[in-house]
């Protein structure tokens, strides 16, 4: 099909394919999971992404020089400056891959009775995917918890939920909607907040003292704020 999900949900109603009267009420209550759930998932990746950055300052200034390097005097960097900044998008799917913003996927249910690792699973079962577990397996990761960019510069691993190893988004037919749209907003904010400012503890504060702890719920947010000094670069 062409066109965005709006028009794919549009084209849906008109046409009458599904089950029950998709109604515009349905495709309103929709799209406002969609913009609120991307919000807040957004916002919290990229508080995880400045702790890391901070926590390690020499990834941070290679972030910038990259991202200072290509901008040049623009105010801003756009959607057309993202393919050319390989460490800025390495440091989003590192950041992904150790703090993704909801770590349990959206349930399934098991079509047909089968076994895994010796375990008999019934039909209809309500399975739990442990995105956050997966992504720092350290059959499949090496350094797994170590925050390191790099690893993605020479990988094909997209966390697009094309691989099994990284899926944030989750996976299949069924991952989220709205991961064009997620990855679009992290990576210009990021490169955009890094790139105009340097980022600064506060006094008495050091690299050390940062921490990763974490608030329950579905969505992963930092336990503790993140608290930070910008100083605008002038150009």
Known sequence: MEGDIVDILLRIKENGTTSFE??????????????????????????????ALVKKPLLMKKLQAEIRQLAGEKDLVDE?????????????????????????LVPRETAKKC??????????????????????DPAMWENEDEFLPERFLESGLDPRGQTPELIPFGFGRRRCPGIGMAMAEMELALANVVGKFDWELPVGMKEEDIDFEVLPGITMHKKNALCLLPKLVIA
């Not at 309103?28 to 916002?43: F, H, R, Y």
């Not at 399975?127 to 720092?136: K, Q, S, T």
Request: aromatic fraction near 8%; hydrophobic fraction near 50%.
């Open 22 to 51: 998709l109604t515009l009420d349905h495709i309103k209550a929709l799209l406002m999971n969609i913009i609120a759930g991307g919000s807040d998932t957004v916002s919290a990746a990229l508080v995880w992404a400045m702790a």
């Open 80 to 104: 057309k400056d993202i393919e050319k900044l390989p460490y800025l998008r390495a440091v989003v799917k590192e950041s992904l891959r150790l703090y993704p913003p909801a770590p349990l």
């Open 115 to 136: 076994s895994v690792n010796g375990y008999e699973i019934e039909g209809g079962s309500t399975v739990y995917v442990n995105a956050w577990a997966i992504a720092r």
